[in-house]
């Protein structure tokens, strides 16, 4: 086996990981290995989507919707470190996955950018260590979130504007949550609606723009959650 089981692995999601919100893009080219991946990662907490070679993991990546990328070295049509190169401008995390040992290929994928290395087989516990190290490090597994005067606490779900509590409904959390950790960066609606709604865009923009305008409205953003010609939306804070 490529992936060990570790014991006493946990098969229901972890309360102090706080990944609800992350998704994960796992590119490897074995489905075999790619959905034990996923199965794993899955009852940890987290969304998982897999690409099983590297150009379609380039069309897949290209919106941002991707809180960590785990991609494996040898991939049909383009191979990892080609991948990383097209990944590292929209500040995405990368994990190496793969069998390859030797000293010059993790060198040469740390140099690239990749944030971690971890070669096959591991056990699950290794890996899931390894995510939450590497989300850590990019702020997206804190307990609290802050977008000026507003704090979210992903723990119990409140959210406080100015110490005032805001009284959100399940759907407008969740957008506020991807906003406050997407800050300055301009959302697709295709992408919004994919991590909040859970499901694919079909091209009808009334329930993202609404949710949106009930957002600005309960939380005074009028000026800093901005509309983007043809693309979404953008969390400005000054």
Known sequence: M???????F????????????????????????SNLIAMNLQQAGYLCECAFDGEKAADMIAPGIYDLILLDVMLPKVNGFELLEY?????????FITARTEVPDRVRGLRQGADDYITKPFEVAELLARVESVLRR???????LRAGDVEIDTESHTVHKAGQPVDL?????????????????????????????GSTYMGDTRTVDLHVQRLRKKLGWEHCLHSVYKVGYRLDID
Request: aromatic share 10%.
């Open 87 to 95: 990944i590292q401008p929209m500040n995405i995390p990368v994990i």
């Open 169 to 197: 409904t399940t759907k407008e959390y969740d957008l506020l949550l991807l906003f406050a950790q997407k800050q300055g960066i301009a959302l697709y609606r295709e992408m919004i609606y994919e991590r909040v709604w």
């Open 10 to 33: 946990q098969t229901q999601p972890r309360k102090d990981a706080f990944c609800s919100m992350n998704k994960i893009l796992i590119v490897e080219d074995e489905p075999p290995i």
């Open 2 to 8: 490529l992936i060990e089981e570790a014991s006493g």
């Open 138 to 144: 990019y702020r997206k597994t804190e307990r609290f």
